[in-house]
């Protein structure tokens, strides 16, 4: 089994831009890690699967849903690999600030 954070969404209780839920499991693929998800909590709409090391929380999960670097913690932990080279990622301060600006995170 592996780590999985599924990002859903529950539309009778979020605004559009509200950032998605986070729903971590064990399962055998992403369509299981899916299934439970689907499972905990009906009529939710799944909008991202993750899989990934276990004990890193939503923040990983999250910053690939918005497409956003990972901030150089997590880059030099070796827990995500960086999308661009070095020289683009953006400092942990203007992740924070972009971050804040969508809404931060919230967890059911």
């Known amino acids: 089994m592996k780590n999985f954070i599924v990002l859903y969404r529950l539309e009778s209780i979020m605004c559009p831009v509200d950032s998605p839920f ?3 499991c064990w399962a055998d693929d992403a369509d ?3 299934e439970q998800c689907f499972n ?3 009529g939710c709409d799944v909008v ?3 899989q990934g090391q276990e004990g890193v929380g939503m923040q990983a999960a999250l910053d690939d849903y918005w497409n956003l670097d990972s901030d150089d913690e ?3 932990a070796g827990v995500v690999e960086p999308r661009r080279s070095n020289a683009d ?3 942990p301060g203007q ?3 972009k971050w804040d600006r969508l809404g931060g995170l919230h967890m059911p």
């Open 74 to 76: 997590m880059i030099t």
């Open 32 to 34: 299981h890690a899916e």
């Open 40 to 42: 905990a909590y009906p």
């Open 89 to 91: 990622l953006q400092t």
């Open 22 to 24: 986070g729903f971590q």
């Open 95 to 97: 992740l924070q600030d």
């Open 48 to 50: 991202w699967v993750w």
